[in-house]
């Protein structure tokens, strides 16, 4: 029977006209990279785990796809892997079974079971003779089954029969997963960064256009593998950088026709200050988790999670005053004063803040709006100063098409101190999709083929040939139809593929050295030269 074609939940396939919007999407978005300044570097699909764990909080940790080791894997599993790899409650019940049965009809009937999971035949052999053989341990100790395996006590004797193996085996212990998928192109940046440092010049502009992968559940605008377009700048404390980044969305968005986008920015210092007036300095990873779901989930809510994460009454009620915050840039700058007023590092986010929004009101933005938003936190544990989010127009239903900020110590965790640095990421597939739900993609995006010759035999393809080598050679997408099918054939697969034209070559034609040009369109037809053929389709 054959095999049913699928792909993995939250991946998608392209097909032509997709991939040449995407395409319009990435030329935009690396032309405006380019004019900025900012030079291409790529980092490989995987990354070690231990680059990746530990920077991204606790939710952005479990959503990093790891990869199992290959090779000798199997080979050099220890039990304890084993357990985790093949589920306690399935070894539990092997074990029981070995208790239960004598050996002939246990071995018989755990077989296929075991070769199911242990695909190297030296280990498989390991395992069942370990299995085999438990029958002298004590397990009455073993509370009933129905606790779901929440038995600490049943745990840890699993794991002293894993240990009995690797004691009696003296197996090499490795571990299950040493490489992940990366999550992001900031954390591999930062890794590429300090790898590279003396081939670098500071302070280095980079942009980053791959894919990256998280284990997320996919939804409307969430997959699991999508397209991350990054800039960075790293060696520079300058917030005149902050500045052209801000330009920079604008830039892109103008460019897309994409008018009417918010790009949204606070200060992590601002949201330190606040959590320290609050007497929660030591939960502001809780504290900003739960602020950034307002918009989602609602004020009572979002105090609800406060409370539960242990912020006192004293200091949520003291918070109010962030949650009817309104007014213009300008304004809500003045009302923090107020509320930072004993906070040296809110008032740095304040000053920052003020310096960017002052230095944009003077230069002006094409067709995007800067707002200032104290909510916004992104859960990314390494944003030290700005961050940004970037809203789709209002008429639009989807969530953020972009984001970023200020890095101060992200190189640290590698061993390059003092190393400043601020990014940026343009969500494509958002931006595709409100690209397409607002009709903004240029019909000339999915150009392809601009005229087909039809194919009468060899002697009309040879001569064919000649003229549409001489076409491309001007620039133009041409192709010859690869058989010489009948007529009506050829004509349907030029409008199927919405080709605009298409030339006859039969014996009048090679004798005159013209060519039939036939608009698919119009239906007008006419005998023409090769340099009027070139004319008229250009």
Known sequence: MAQKPSIPKGTRDFNPEQVAKRNYIFNSI???????????IETPSFENSDTLMGKYGEEGDRLIFKILNSGDFYKSLTMDDAVTLYGLEKFYNLLN?????DNGSFESSIDHELKSVYENAEYYEQIKKYILNIKEIDFSTLSPLDDGFKNRSRKIILLRCARLFILDSKTHISKIS?????????VPFARYVVQHQNEIEFPFKRYQIQPVWRADRPQKGRFREFFQCDADVVGSKSLWQEVEFIQLYDTVFSALKLEGVTIKINNRK???????????????????????????IGEEKVKEEMRSKGISE??????????TLSGDFESQIESLKSILNTSEEGKKGIEELAFINEAISELGLKTATLQLDVTLARGLNYYTGAIFEVAAPKTVSMGSIGGGGRYDDLTGIFGMKDVSGVGISFGLDRIYLVLEELGLFPETVSKNIEVLFINFGDKEALFSLKAIKTLRAEGVNAELYPDAAKMKKQMNHANKRAIPFVVLVGDEEMESNTYTLK???SGEQDKVTLETLISKIK
């Open 30 to 40: 690396r032309g405006a990279f380019e004019t900025f300044g900012f030079q291409p």
């Open 97 to 101: 079974k070995a208790l239960n049965c």
């Open 178 to 186: 040493e490489k992940a998928l990366r999550y992001d192109l900031t």
């Open 270 to 296: 601002i949201l330190s200050g606040i959590a320290e007036v609050i007497g929660a300095s030591d939960k502001l990873i809780d504290f900003t988790v739960a602020l950034d779901k307002l918009d989602k």
């Open 314 to 323: 004293e200091g949520i009620t003291k918070l109010q005053p962030l949650f």
């Open 519 to 521: 608009n698919m369109v």
